[in-house]
């Protein structure tokens, strides 16, 4: 692993299926001189280090952020355990990359950007659907004035019951909406930056997660009013059935302006695969699957020797951002905040019927 002395050091903490994306995308990253990897589980570790050539590998998270070859970390823990590493490597003086959401509770957010602030610490926040070459294009458009005005938006996104019962597995608090609708409100408050989100009204349905002991609403729609009028409706559902071929996020994303429109199709079922052979689902490990709509991987895929998609671009995105300094377009740890505060919002609003002001 070792290149040239003045390379940048890796830290990746948490070694599971996105910590692998970050931990492999580093390793063959020509400014990453030296990479360390830290899980609780050694042999989830182990078996990382062997695939990466990892130089540094050990289950004290805190070895390896402070190491003084490391300048930047991957926390890759799952979502209700990223505080005390990012509070840890910020503290250290380290670049930090943690997955989204940046927490769970706003006493963690709150914790973790009094770090941020206090350090002066780089922190950002792993949305990673922004960097989904779609999502990038709409943004520019609105940049370049095309649609106008935003005046409303319109989302939605479907994925199986068999995935939601994997992210169950690894964070048993996590939510269809605070887990994956939040990309979806990341985004819409991205494209109508510099406007405050202020009131949340949802509606959900619980039957088969309700069933089967789960907190997790079968379907949630939530209609989020901005400062200046625009209403932004967002859709979730995780209750497909465990083989329908998506492998990831089918989604819609719907931006309508006072001088024109975009509309991103994103189900992927025009990118199909059926074969007799069988072929290993990217999130779920025990299914193998004849039918699937390929591209909705939303993290990336493995192909012809490298890995392609909105994780792969995402990471190298922040990997050279940090040695050339230009600007990158992740998610700031105070966008990330709101982006928590509405997703609470829309639980609550659809837990309660009522709707709910955000604050300022
Ligand atoms: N951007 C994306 O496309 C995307 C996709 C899926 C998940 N995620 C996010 O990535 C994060 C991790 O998800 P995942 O699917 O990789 O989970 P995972 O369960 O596959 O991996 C998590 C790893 O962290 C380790 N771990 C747990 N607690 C730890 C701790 N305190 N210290 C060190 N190691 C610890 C576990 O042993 C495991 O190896 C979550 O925040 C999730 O929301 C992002």
Same mark, same amino acid.
């Given at each position: 692993?070792?290149?040239?002395?003045?390379?940048?050091?890796?830290?990746?903490?948490?070694?599971?299926?996105?910590?692998?994306?970050? +931990?492999?995308?580093?390793?063959?990253?020509?400014?990453?001189?030296?990479?360390?990897?830290?899980?609780?589980?050694?042999?989830?570790?182990?078996?990382?280090?062997?695939?990466?050539?990892?130089?540094?590998?050990?289950?004290?998270?805190?070895?390896?952020?402070?190491?003084?070859?490391?300048?930047?970390?991957?926390?890759?823990? &799952?979502? #209700?355990?990223?505080?005390?590493?990012?509070?840890?490597?910020?503290?250290?003086?380290?670049? %930090?990359?943690? =997955? @989204?959401?940046?927490?769970?509770?706003?006493?963690?957010?709150?914790?973790?950007?009094?770090?941020? =602030?206090?350090?002066?610490?780089?922190?950002?926040?792993?949305?990673?659907?922004?960097? *989904?070459?779609?999502?990038?294009?709409?943004?520019?458009?609105?940049?370049?004035?095309? /649609?106008?005005?935003?005046?409303?938006?319109?989302?939605?996104?479907?994925?199986?019951?068999?995935?939601?019962?994997?992210?169950? @597995?690894?964070?048993?608090? +996590?939510?269809? !909406?605070?887990?994956?609708?939040?990309?979806?409100?990341?985004?819409?408050?991205?494209?109508?930056?510099?406007?405050? &989100? !202020? =009131?949340?009204? +949802?509606?959900?349905?619980?039957?088969?997660? @309700?069933?089967?002991?789960?907190?997790?609403?079968? /379907?949630?729609? +939530?209609?989020?009013?901005?400062?200046?009028?625009?209403? %932004?409706?967002?859709? !979730?559902?995780? %209750?497909?059935?465990?083989?329908? &071929?998506? %492998?990831?996020?089918?989604?819609?994303?719907?931006?309508?302006?006072?001088?024109?429109?975009?509309?991103?199709?994103?189900?992927?079922? *025009?990118?199909?695969?059926?074969?007799?052979?069988?072929? $290993? #689902?990217?999130?779920?490990?025990?299914?193998?699957?004849?039918?699937?709509?390929?591209?909705?991987?939303?993290?990336?895929?493995?192909?012809?020797? *490298?890995?392609?998609?909105? !994780?792969?671009?995402?990471?190298?995105?922040?990997?050279?951002?940090?040695?050339?300094?230009? &600007?990158? $377009?992740?998610?700031? $740890?105070? =966008?990330?905040?709101?982006?928590?505060?509405?997703?609470?919002?829309?639980?609550?609003?659809?837990?309660?019927?009522?709707?709910?002001?955000?604050? *300022?």
């Amino acid at each position: 692993m070792s290149k040239q002395q003045d390379a940048l050091g890796v830290a990746v903490i948490g070694c599971g299926r996105i910590g692998s994306l970050r +931990a492999n995308l580093s390793s063959t990253h020509p400014s990453v001189g030296f990479l360390a990897l830290s899980d609780r589980s050694q042999k989830q570790a182990d078996v990382l280090a062997q695939r990466t050539g990892a130089d540094l590998v050990t289950t004290d998270n805190l070895a390896a952020i402070t190491d003084e070859r490391v300048g930047a970390v991957f926390i890759s823990t &799952p979502e #209700h355990d990223h505080r005390e590493a990012v509070v840890q490597a910020l503290e250290a003086g380290k670049a %930090v990359f943690v =997955e @989204k959401p940046i927490a769970l509770t706003v006493e963690d957010a709150d914790v973790i950007i009094e770090a941020a =602030e206090r350090t002066g610490s780089e922190l950002r926040i792993g949305y990673s659907r922004r960097h *989904d070459r779609r999502w990038m294009l709409a943004k520019e458009q609105i940049l370049q004035g095309r /649609v106008g005005e935003v005046l409303g938006i319109q989302s939605r996104v479907y994925n199986t019951r068999a995935q939601l019962m994997e992210i169950l @597995k690894r964070a048993p608090d +996590a939510t269809p !909406v605070n887990d994956v609708l939040t990309y979806y409100v990341d985004m819409a408050c991205w494209f109508l930056e510099g406007i405050r &989100p !202020v =009131e949340v009204v +949802a509606r959900s349905q619980s039957k088969v997660f @309700k069933a089967m002991g789960h907190k997790a609403a079968d /379907v949630t729609w +939530a209609i989020i009013t901005f400062e200046n009028g625009a209403v %932004v409706n967002l859709g !979730v559902s995780y %209750v497909l059935p465990a083989t329908y &071929p998506t %492998v990831g996020q089918s989604s819609r994303f719907e931006i309508i302006g006072d001088e024109g429109v975009i509309l991103l199709d994103a189900d992927n079922k *025009d990118s199909l695969l059926f074969t007799d052979r069988g072929a $290993p #689902h990217s999130y779920v490990p025990d299914h193998n699957i004849n039918m699937m709509f390929m591209q909705t991987t939303s993290a990336a895929d493995f192909a012809v020797g *490298d890995y392609w998609g909105a !994780v792969a671009s995402e990471t190298r995105s922040w990997l050279d951002h940090l040695i050339t300094g230009r &600007p990158s $377009p992740h998610t700031t $740890p105070r =966008e990330a905040r709101r982006t928590l505060a509405v997703t609470l919002a829309i639980e609550e609003a659809a837990r309660t019927g009522a709707s709910v002001a955000l604050p *300022d």
